[in-house]
């Protein structure tokens, strides 16, 4: 799994110094493969960007303040030389609506790209998009306080969404069939509400090691290939949620707390392949509370050396299997 | 509480529910074709089975008016002669906290109807996962997974259904084959055939999900249905027939749905169905037409206030009827 940022790719402006509209009003206007749009621009495609390929870093570059319509046209990449980035968002404060990207978002071996990636000051909002079929990650989100909603991250081949910024807010987000992870999470402070990951071939929604605080309601996180949720760094929290029918291996989980001081309250984790919610050994000071886990191979699960839970709350779950370090039915687990 | 530390068949819970007006909950382990009778109120202290068809068919039923609190636990049934796990009878018997796994049909809610359950999960059932074969019933956080035929099969009418999943069953995830149901917060996700499929007629389903099926994510083979603010993505599989949502009913309503990457269209209206309503729904990113009518200019459906990328209307792109 790639994990190099894109301190990179172009800081678009700089690179280009291309203006091709320019403030409002809103401006029809087709767009060749490598061209800037903005700042200040406020635009309408007329038609898909095609077919581009790695002799530009982005196929389409954004610099904000600028408004996009797509006008339900696409940037379309070629498959076996896609550009780092189908759409870059850079500047701050980019409006981005009404479209998406096809085969886009490749690597130089440096640099991973995305189908559509966000840089520079953030505060972008993007609505009603679709990346599907890129050949590493859908959205690479890399600035803060971005807002996306109304969008989906399908058939790529490494994670669907993955956010390695701050402060940013998701809403109705899927994320279908990605090779790796459905969402993929290392930064602080981001909220996600409604999103939906399914059939991904890793974790439906993984917290790293470097993402704390981060809050999640209303997902649902069905048939992933590994664990439901994985949340490895500290301080996050699941509530709302459901987790059902994840994991085809031994040790996959509706939910695997690895992490220490995270919070799962009022999910649902059902049928999963092995546990519904587990506290890995290790992770303590994690609150298991008001959950409902069933039909899971053992529903709650502690490994705390011991059998007494270290550190970890579990109280007022609904189930009908727990262990404790191997202890079936130990009381640390309520 | 009272706690019954012995193997409760079904005698003694009658007397039980005999000796008291208002029965209190007992603490019971259920015999493999137990009848929990009216009024009793049983929870369970273990997993029941593995039950075989010849020990009791269903393995389980609930009368009207008892309840049953499964406790966290589940029955199992014999992979080699499979009862039906849970049935319900009579009217509003009350099911909760449990599952059923490896019966024919997970729980088949059955009577007079209105019964309510809460928190069930059927799983790898040979035929569908919950059957709900009477009316005026309540599911909520329902979970249908690993069938062999359908999730959830709701054949009665005016059932409310909340909450609930129907993940990776052999054909459809949920279907309503009768009529004037409610479908609420529902998901249909990566089922063999469609995610949803809408038979009967008066249906409403609102917040639903219908993603990675391998047909359409929502299909509306009937009328005056209602499908309202839902998701449906990378349905369908390469079928000329696959959408996010398909249409082959009359006077049905879809509106303010998102609709991204289906296989191969967004939303599409069959040759033939009339007076439907298409509006402010999202369709983006399909590989042919978002929106498709198979009518030429829409014949008597409407299609407003929708954002898309590309349409079409019997077999003429860009159709002014589509809006």
């Keep these: ?334 | 509480m009272r706690h019954l530390p012995w193997r409760a068949g079904v005698g003694s819970l009658l007397a039980l529910a005999l000796l008291c007006g208002r029965p209190a909950a007992v603490l019971a382990q259920l015999a493999c074709g137990a009848i929990v009778p009216a009024g009793a109120k049983v929870t369970l202290t273990g997993d029941i089975g593995p039950c075989a068809a010849s020990a009791g068919n269903p393995a389980i039923t609930l009368s009207g008016g008892a309840k049953l609190d499964m406790g966290g636990h589940k029955v199992v049934c014999d992979d080699g002669d499979r009862p039906v796990g849970i049935q319900m009878e009579g009217k509003g018997a009350k099911l909760s906290r449990g599952g059923a796994q490896h019966c024919s049909v997970g729980l088949v809610v059955a009577g007079e109807g209105k019964h309510k359950v809460e928190d069930f999960v059927a799983t790898d059932s040979s035929a569908d996962g919950v059957v709900v074969a009477s009316d005026k019933n309540k599911l909520r956080f329902v979970a249908a997974t690993h069938n062999g035929d359908d999730g959830i099969d709701v054949d009665g009418t005016a059932n409310k259904i909340e909450d609930s999943q129907a993940v990776d069953n052999f054909e459809d995830g949920i279907v309503a084959d009768g009529g004037g149901n409610k479908l609420t917060r529902v998901a249909g996700v990566g089922n063999g055939d469609g995610g949803i499929d809408l038979n009967g007629s008066g249906n409403k389903v609102k917040g639903c999900t219908g993603t990675g099926n391998a047909e359409d994510g929502v299909n509306i083979d009937g009328d005056d249905n209602k499908v309202e603010r839902c998701l449906f993505s990378h349905n369908g599989t390469g079928d000329d027939d696959d959408a996010g949502v398909e249409v082959e009913g009359d006077d049905n309503l879809v509106g303010k749905s998102i609709l991204l990457d289906n296989d191969v269209r967004g939303l599409l209206v069959q040759p033939g169905a009339g007076a439907n309503v298409r509006k402010q729904n999202l369709a983006l990113g399909h590989g042919e037409d978002d929106l498709e009518d198979g009518n030429a200019g829409c014949g008597s459906n409407q299609w407003t206030k929708n954002r898309f990328g590309t349409s079409a209307a019997g077999g003429v792109d860009d159709p002014a009827c589509i809006e």
Excluded: Y
Aim: charged content about 20%; overall charge negative; hydrophobic content about 40%.
């Design chain 1, 1 to 334: 799994m790639p994990t190099t940022r894109i301190p990179l790719l172009l800081t678009a402006a700089a690179a280009f110094g291309v203006v091709l509209a320019s403030a409002a009003p809103v401006r029809a206007q087709a767009f060749a493969c490598g061209d800037t749009i903005g700042p200040g621009a406020k635009v309408a495609l007329t038609a898909d960007v095609a077919t581009c390929t790695s002799a530009t870093d982005a196929a389409l570059t954004i610099v904000g303040p600028s408004k996009v319509d797509m006008a339900g046209f696409r940037v379309l990449c070629d498959p076996n030389d896609p550009p780092l980035a189908g759409i870059l968002v850079d500047g701050k404060g980019v409006k981005l609506s009404g479209g998406g990207t096809v085969d886009c978002g490749g690597d130089d071996g440096v640099t991973f790209g995305a189908g559509i990636v966000l840089i520079g000051d953030g505060s972008h909002k993007l609505d009603d998009l679709v990346v599907e079929s890129s050949a590493l990650d859908g959205f690479r989100i890399e600035s803060d306080k971005n807002k996306l909603r109304r969008a989906a991250a399908n058939d790529n081949a490494d994670d669907g969404v993955e956010i390695n910024s701050s402060g940013n807010k998701l809403d109705q987000v899927a994320a279908i069939a990605n090779q790796d992870d459905g969402f993929r999470i290392d930064g602080d402070g981001n909220k996600l509400g409604s999103v939906v990951a399914s059939g991904n071939g890793s974790d439906g929604f993984v917290v790293e090691s470097g993402g704390a605080g981060n809050k999640i309601k209303a997902a649902l996180f069905a048939d992933n290939g590994d664990d439901g949720v994985a949340l490895v760094g500290p301080g996050n929290e699941i509530a709302k949620s459901v987790a059902v029918a994840n994991g085809d291996l031994p040790e996959d989980a509706g939910i695997d707390l690895q992490g220490d001081g995270n919070r799962v309250k009022q999910t649902r984790s059902l049928d999963n392949h092995f546990s519904g919610v587990r506290a890995d050994a290790g992770a303590s000071g994690n609150t298991v509370q008001k959950n409902v886990a069933l039909l899971n191979e053992v529903d709650l699960v502690d490994r705390s050396p011991g059998g007494t839970c270290d550190g970890n709350t579990w109280k007022k779950n609904v189930f009908g299997t727990s262990d404790a370090d191997g202890n079936a039915g130990a009381p640390c687990i309520q």
